[in-house]
Every structure is written in C-alpha cells, then in structure tokens.
C-alpha cells in the first residue's frame, strides 16, 4: 500500500493497524530546535482517547505516545521524528464473524478488490484508529507553530449531528471544552445528548458536520496552483476517515449567491486590507487573505450499527451483516481533534514552504 505521506516539508508518514501491536507516525521536515516533549503530545491525544464518554467507542485504549527519535534533550534535531502508540485492548474476536463478508458501508469490499487481501480485525489500516498517529503527528506540528507562529490557533467544534444544527444567536467558544460534543452552543449540546442517546440504545448511528477555525495566520500562505491552501486543507480533511464533502468558506451555499453577496469587499484599516465579510473563508486564489481561514466537513453516518444490512461474502453469496464490536455511535466527535490536527500540519507546512520560496511574510506590501 503506497501514499501513506502527506505535506511537502513537513511530512508525515503513519503506519500500524486498528488490531496490531501498535501505530504511528514519522514525522519529518520539522525544524531543528524546537521545545518538544511526549507531554506536549499526550494532551492532544487525550483528547481524541476513546472511551471518555458513553458517546463513544468504550474501547479502553491509553494511547500514551512514545517519542524513539528525533529529539535530543527536550529538542527537535530537524531529524525523523518517530512516535508510537501501543495497542493495549484489542478484542479481534469481535470481528472473526465478518472475516468472510464484507460489511456495507466499509472498505472491506474494496480493499479486497484491490489487494486480494484484507485484515478483517477491527478494518485495519482503514480503521479510524489510524487517526490516533495524526493527532500525535499534529501535536508536532503545533509545538512547531507555537514557536514559529505564536498568534495562530486552531479550533474545532461541531456544528451539526443528524439533522440538529446549533444556534448561531447561542454560540459561545468557551462551551466547546465544556461538552462531550466541542459544540459551541450548550443548549445544543445538551440535546444533542438526548438525541444521541436514544439513537445508541437503538445499535443506531448518525452523521455530524465539523467546522475548523484558523485564527491569526499571515497573509500570502498557499502555493497556486495545484497546492492551494484550500486544495491542500480540503485533502487533509478529505483524507479523514468518514469524510464525505468538505467545503471553504460559504462553500456550497455560494452556489445560491449573487456576485454582489459573495465578494468579500476590501477598505484600507490602520495595519492594512480590512475585509467587510469573509466569504472566501480566509484564502483567495489558493493565498491565505490573513482573514480566519472557515473549513468545514462532513461525516457519514458510522456503518457499524446492530441494524442487519444486506451483503456478500467473498465467495459472492448472499448474506446479512450486523456489526458487533464497540464503535462510536457518531464519528463527528472524535473528528474533531483529528481535523485540528490536520489543519496544524498542513499550516505548518505551508508556512515552512512560504518561507523556503519567499522569505518572512508578504512580498507585496500595501500603503
């Protein structure tokens, strides 16, 4: 299997299964220097751990980070970063039933169409559990950030489940940390529980749309034309288990705008370009604006639901399928660590290939 790297100088390699002895991340491209310790990882990956809530999988898994290489006495060397996360409560027998069919909804089918072989425990390598070594590569990526850019941030949150969206007149950023859902909107948080309640009591599961924020990047980030900053986010997103759509900015709702809403228009501010609107969701041309970059994505539904679903085996015979195991009931919310992770790698990336083509910020200065 090829094409498990992604970034340009700052790359990241992962690797392991849901069901192996463990996984991982290489990590290269980071430069040299920079404060780094498992601690400052670890509090990322504790917030995607699985099993801090009964709205997610109650597989108990630590995932406790071990950094092999790449640091020397608290620092980065700018040499290949190695991290590990051991699989500690793996439960294969859950899936020997499947071993022989393939699950609607999943990749088992096309992973067996593609390499005539497949590790049926737990989805393997198309296991959301790979998403673990991203939250630790992007734990990096932000140690790296906080030195080279301290002003930027970036913050997910969910603003759908199902068909319940919250409250634009109700939003608060504080209540993301507050909830077991990042929702900036406690009262919807708090029927959002209900709601996701009945639906696991049910073996049910529902999809959820996640937006990222990305606040204080410089202006002039992105490398047209085929890596954009918005091409670039959209594939990182994209690449996230369960993704369906992703869309910058007004996104899809552009479609429904006339020329005169959508364009985003410029006045001169005391420190530069000031925008009236953000439409553009912070990047124009594939350029960061200095604007806050919007990204917003989709997730399916999980397919692991108690519900029989018709399939094949692998002998093309008719069968029915139910999904045992432990699985999260909605995905969306452990998406989101995972999407702030991706987003502070690709940042990262983008402003090291910034500085590698035209130096510290803008080329073209205004006023």
């Not at 919807?188 to 990305?214: F, H, P």
Request: net charge negative; charged share 20%; proline share 6%.
């Amino acid at each position: 299997m090829s094409f498990n790297t992604y970034g340009h100088i700052f790359r990241v390699t992962t690797w392991g299964e849901s069901h192996g002895p463990a996984l991982g991340a290489t990590v290269d491209g980071c430069p040299p220097g920079i404060a780094l310790s498992e601690a400052d990882i670890q509090v990322w990956l504790d917030r995607r751990r699985p099993g801090q809530s009964r709205y997610t999988t109650q597989r108990r898994e630590p995932d406790a980070v071990e950094i092999l290489s790449g640091t020397y006495e608290g620092k980065t060397t700018g040499t290949p970063i190695q991290l590990m996360i051991r699989n500690t409560d793996q439960r294969s027998k859950d899936y020997s039933e499947i071993a022989e069919t393939f699950r609607p909804g999943h990749a088992d089918i096309t992973y067996w169409q593609k390499y005539g072989i497949r590790d049926p425990r737990g989805g393997g390598r198309s296991s959301a559990r790979e998403t673990a070594a991203r939250v630790a590569a992007g734990g990096v990526a932000r140690a790296a950030l906080a030195a080279l850019a301290p002003e930027l941030s970036v913050t997910g949150y969910m603003v759908q489940m199902g068909s319940r969206r919250i409250d634009p007149a109700r939003i608060d950023m504080a209540e993301i940390e507050r909830n077991p859902f990042w929702v900036p909107d406690a009262a919807a948080a708090e029927e959002w529980g209900t709601y996701l309640d009945s639906l696991r009591k049910d073996g049910q599961s529902v999809g959820a749309m996640i937006e990222v924020r990305i606040a204080g990047a410089p202006p002039g980030l992105g490398a047209p034309v085929y890596a954009k900053l918005d091409t670039e986010l959209a594939a990182a997103m994209m690449s996230i288990n369960a993704v369906k759509g992703v869309e910058i900015g007004e996104g899809m709702s552009a479609a429904g705008l006339t020329g005169t809403e959508n364009a985003d228009e410029i006045d001169m501010g005391p420190d530069g370009p000031v925008y009236a609107s953000n439409h553009a969701g912070g990047i124009l041309g594939g350029i960061s604006t200095g604007q806050d970059i919007v990204v917003r994505f989709a997730v399916k539904p999980t397919s692991s639901i108690l519900t029989p679903r018709r399939s094949i085996t692998r002998s093309g015979e008719p069968t029915e399928v139910v999904t045992k195991g432990r699985h999260d009931p909605c995905v969306g919310i452990r998406a989101v660590p995972v999407a702030e992770a991706m987003a502070a790698a690709v940042m990262l990336d983008h402003l090291l290939l910034h500085r590698a083509q035209v130096g510290e910020g803008p080329r073209g200065r205004i006023g």
